[in-house]
């Protein structure tokens, strides 16, 4: 948790927010994804001042056990002082304590946020889906918590001026953008509409830019002009080593004369192979997403 202190911005963590959101889908299956269209309804999280402290928060972490489908897992929350936002003891249940900084007594709307992470930290458990390393692991329950309808509230717990700031979770406020904006474009919903900072719609304006480059990189027929030429240049040199910057595609042989291409899925980041013979449809077997090529 950041408080009153400096705010990390860009992408630095990127590639494993790529990561997390192919783990997902290969641990969950496309079918289950889908089950997670509609997002937590800020009305099911709200918190105000006049809520009793201790029933508020087990109210909040009652809804989101709802969200996550966690149809036996009992929350007991609690406040002290500590460093970071908040801690969960991971044991088999059905019961888990969940530890609040005491910040949050006085900081109550951002309640939701800081348990919306820690039941995820449940929910992954119990798939037994984690990443080596603490760091990366945490990265992995930020990307899971937001790209399955419940991080808008990370996000939304940013706020940032010339006198103070305040970030939840291990992403930058663009990384959570990011991942929204990419749960957007599958699901069709708008979270910006709920956000009370006016720093979290400008992180989420920056991560779907940054989501829709995606969709904007070669082979796939919406790359810009510049990124068509350096393919096709890369083509021309194929198989052999692609000078210059690092691209998203690889060409292999297949077979005398044959080239096949591979390159991630802009949905779920999962590899893509197919010939290189011009006009191409591909659909992606993990997240059935149809792409348009040009190989």
Same mark, same amino acid.
């Given at each position: 948790m950041t408080n009153d202190g400096p705010v990390q911005h860009g992408y630095p963590h990127l590639e494993t927010v790529r990561a997390s959101i192919n783990a997902l889908y290969k641990r969950l299956s496309y079918d289950t994804v889908q089950t997670f269209a509609t997002s937590v309804a800020p009305v099911d999280v709200a918190f105000c001042d006049t809520d009793d402290l201790y029933l508020g928060a087990q109210r909040v972490a009652r809804e989101l056990v709802r969200h996550y489908r966690l149809p036996d897992a009992r929350f007991v929350v609690s406040f002290r002082?500590?460093?970071h936002a908040a801690n969960v003891e991971l044991t088999a249940g059905p019961e888990y304590f969940v530890e609040l900084n005491d910040r949050f007594r006085t900081h109550r709307r951002d309640i939701g946020a800081a348990l919306a992470h820690e039941v995820m930290h449940v929910y992954l458990h119990r798939l037994d889906l984690s990443f080596p390393g603490?760091?990366?692991n945490e990265i992995l329950t930020d990307t899971a918590t937001t790209y399955?309808? &419940?991080?808008w509230l990370l996000l939304d717990a940013?706020?940032?001026d010339a006198a103070s700031s305040q970030k939840l979770g291990y992403l930058t406020p663009e990384e959570f953008g990011y991942?929204? &904006?990419k749960r957007s474009l599958v699901f069709g919903e708008d979270p910006s509409v709920w956000f009370t900072s006016a720093q979290a719609y400008t992180a989420y304006v920056k991560g779907m830019a940054q989501a829709r480059?995606?969709?904007e990189q070669p082979p796939l027929t919406a790359a810009g002009w510049a990124g068509r030429r350096r393919y096709a240049r890369d083509r021309r040199h194929a198989p052999g080593p692609q000078p210059g910057a690092p691209v998203p595609y690889t060409f292999t042989p297949d077979g005398p004369g044959r080239l096949r291409v591979s390159f991630p899925c802009p949905t779920c980041h999962q590899r893509i192979r197919v010939p290189v013979r011009g006009r191409v449809r591909a659909r992606c077997a993990l997240c059935r997403t149809v792409l348009e090529c040009d190989t």
């Open positions: 002082e500590m460093t603490v760091r990366e399955l309808g &419940a991080g940013y706020r940032e991942v929204l &904006a480059q995606d969709s």
